[in-house]
């Protein structure tokens, strides 16, 4: 009877509902109440899921009947649906299913179950997974890869299809409807056939939920899988071995989505290697593929040695080849010039192409925003990016529109993030990463989506419980949790910015390969330039920036005008792009009236007040929220705060070598 007794006292809070809460993202488990659910007379897995979610998951009136209709409507576009007291119509499968999740999030969050339509802003919206065959992943802080296994790596376990199918599931709840699996620094290793195995088993896991599976492909597959000489796009034994590659990928997988390609990029193989273009790669793969209705996402993350500004190359090798490209290729462009700084401008290539279809991609995982340590909502940036104007066909052409197609017609339209999904029981390694899955997914369907809301969608589904639901109940948790923790996880984002790399600053992170921590003095002998900081701040006795103005690299000229104009003069340019557009003097006056070197100093100080801010913000919340998630973000919380001091003191004692002026007064001293 004592031991008995003991094990259920050990057991109790590890199984314990509250204490699973993490583990179980947005999509907790709660109390439903009957439903009758009518389904189109034809049957599906996909239409098997919705029924179960909407029986699992109800909370509308009891005895209610849901009917699931399939009807076309020219409204409703791709994955669109209708939603009304009834029920939900849509055109396609999965748009039943999105619109059975929106039905359900509605009824969690207590919104009233809006009649309307809704239909997403991009066709494909899909997560791109760096995981590599042997499970690691390329910059993944949140464990081994759920896909990939050293040894057995060919072994499907039953563990296996269970967490493939809670990963597809979180995704169809946000509306994700395909996953690359691999690597963009492919291995070859995952054409072979053993693998190919593998890939169908995850496919059919991730169909029920319609998560489309697509590859990354390394170009050189030909020669070091197939045995062949060359690679070349134009060789016609190299056509055929990727047309019988494709064959046999499709026979596994009839629904698979296509290729996502890292080519003549940070040393991987790629048509230039044998003079080609990289229409002439990409279009060699879009025809193989396109007999089954698969896409090519082709990436232009390009740049070299020799560049005299990285921020220009991928422009420069585009858009000469403007319309050169298959209907269903689309160029997969980050959303900044360089690489997914904590703040970029907007890339030039979105607003340049007006034959090629373009998307952008988005870093899901905070590879240069404090891995899975620092507290970072991501959705104010991309909604940054999305929302920012390229003037492409004059004022109101904002990135989003310009890669949705419709400031040009697309034939395709995709939206790409850079997954943070690992084995870590809690997914994504920080407990508030998991907003950015999910921030990703609500853009992803409508890119007009603003960040405060989904913040508070996301909050309301993953830590709000049945007994806050009294309206006095609530109203606390409103005041007491929501609307403080919502205004810190607005702020996190701007207070990395602020305590890393303000002004436009960008990439003087240790760039020692863990992107972590300060490093604006990182450049080891013999290292190429443009991938050390110094190449990036020029810090100087003479001033900090780097000069792209006309006068300087002239990447402003990369934007239309009256942009291109605004960013070329220091005194339009928005502070934000401050030292990325230009190199000024440290006793610069800036639009406050302060100097350069003063504001520069306010910045990283007030990142740090900031984070302190955020720990005050997060003790008050404890009340409301489980022992395990609390402890686990204030830990976090606690690392985020001393480094945000490092890379304030880092950077400014740095700087001020070069400054020669005294930190302000209001400025707390380098400890
Ligand atoms: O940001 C850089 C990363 C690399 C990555 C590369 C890319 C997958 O440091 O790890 O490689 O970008 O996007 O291709």
């Excluded at 076309?72 to 999740?101: C, H, M, N, P, W």
């Excluded at 991501?378 to 940054?384: D, F, G, K, N, S």
Aim: proline fraction near 6%.
């Amino acid at each position: 009877m004592k031991k008995l007794f003991l094990a259920v006292l050990m057991l109790g809070p590890a199984v314990g509902l509250r204490a699973e809460d993490g583990h179980q993202l947005w999509l907790r488990p709660h109390v439903s109440v009957p439903v009758t659910v009518v389904l189109p007379a034809r049957t599906s897995a996909l239409l098997a899921t919705a029924r179960q979610e909407l029986q699992q998951g109800w909370q509308g009136p009891a005895g209610a009947t849901i009917t699931l209709s399939l009807k076309k409507d020219k409204a409703i576009k791709y994955d669109g649906f209708r939603l009304s007291a009834q029920g939900v119509q849509a055109s396609t499968e999965r748009g039943l299913l999105y619109g059975v999740f929106e039905l359900l999030r509605r009824q969690q969050i207590g919104q009233a179950p809006e009649a309307g339509l809704s239909n997403p802003s991009y066709e494909h919206r899909l997560l791109n997974h760096w995981d590599n065959p042997d499970g690691s992943v390329e910059r993944g802080y949140a464990g081994k890869s759920i896909f990939w296994r050293k040894d057995s790596a060919l072994v499907v376990t039953r563990r296996d299809q269970t967490l493939w199918q809670q990963y597809a599931r979180a995704n169809a709840s946000v509306g994700i409807n395909g996953s690359v699996l691999n690597n963009v620094n492919a291995s070859p290793v995952i054409l072979s056939a053993g693998y190919l195995g593998r890939v169908k088993a995850i496919a059919d896991a991730l169909r029920p939920y319609g998560v489309k599976t697509y590859l990354s492909v390394k170009f050189s597959s030909p020669v070091l899988l197939g045995g062949l000489k060359t690679a070349d796009p134009l060789d016609p034994a190299v056509v055929k071995w990727w047309q019988g590659k494709v064959k046999e990928i499709y026979q596994q997988v009839p629904d698979f989505g296509g290729f996502l390609v890292k080519a003549s990029s940070e040393g991987q193989p790629g048509p230039q290697d044998y003079g080609r273009t990289h229409a002439d790669g990409a279009n060699m793969l879009a025809d193989a593929v396109r007999p089954y209705g698969g896409l090519v996402m082709w990436r232009a993350f390009v740049y070299s040695p020799s560049d005299k500004d990285r921020a220009k190359q991928a422009y420069n090798e585009f858009v000469p080849l403007d319309g050169k490209f298959r209907d269903n290729v689309i160029i997969q462009v980050k959303n900044g010039p360089v690489d997914f700084q904590p703040r970029e401008p907007f890339s030039p290539l979105f607003g340049a192409l007006k034959k090629t279809a373009v998307m952008p991609e988005f870093q899901i995982t905070q590879e240069y925003l404090g891995h899975a340590i620092d507290l970072a909502y991501l959705a104010p940036m991309w909604e940054e990016c999305l929302q920012s104007d390229t003037y492409q066909a004059g004022p109101g052409s904002t990135v989003a529109r310009c890669t949705n197609g419709s400031v040009y017609r697309q034939a395709h339209s995709a939206m790409a993030g850079v997954s943070n999904v690992g084995l870590d029981r809690n997914w994504t390694g920080h407990d508030f990463a998991q907003a950015n899955w999910y921030a990703f997914g609500r853009l992803a369907w409508n890119s007009s989506a603003k960040s405060a809301q989904i913040a508070e969608e996301w909050l309301k589904l993953t830590f709000q419980n049945a007994a806050d639901a009294t309206p006095a109940a609530e109203a606390e948790w409103n005041a007491k949790f929501l609307t403080p923790v919502a205004q810190l996880m607005l702020a996190s984002r701007e207070a990395i910015v602020d305590y890393s790399m303000p002004l436009g600053l960008h990439h003087i992170m240790s760039a020692t390969y863990h992107h972590y921590g300060p490093g604006p003095w990182w450049a080891p002998s013999g290292m190429r330039a443009d991938w050390t900081p110094p190449y990036y701040h020029q810090a100087a006795a003479n001033g900090v920036g780097f000069d792209r103005t006309r006068t300087g690299s002239d990447a402003v000229s990369q934007y239309h005008e009256p942009l291109a104009s605004q960013l070329n003069d220091p005194a339009t340019c928005p502070d934000e792009y401050l030292l990325w557009f230009h190199h000024l003097p440290w006793t610069f006056r800036m639009k406050s009236g302060r100097t350069l070197w003063d504001e520069l100093a306010l910045h990283y100080d007030h990142g740090v007040q900031q984070v302190r801010q955020f720990q005050r913000t997060w003790d008050r919340a404890q009340p409301y929220v489980d022992a395990e998630r609390f402890a686990a973000v204030q830990n976090k919380l606690r690392t985020q705060s001393g480094n945000a001091v490092m890379w304030k003191d880092a950077c400014l004692l740095y700087f001020q070598q070069f400054s020669r002026l005294p930190i302000p007064a209001a400025v707390e001293p380098p400890m």
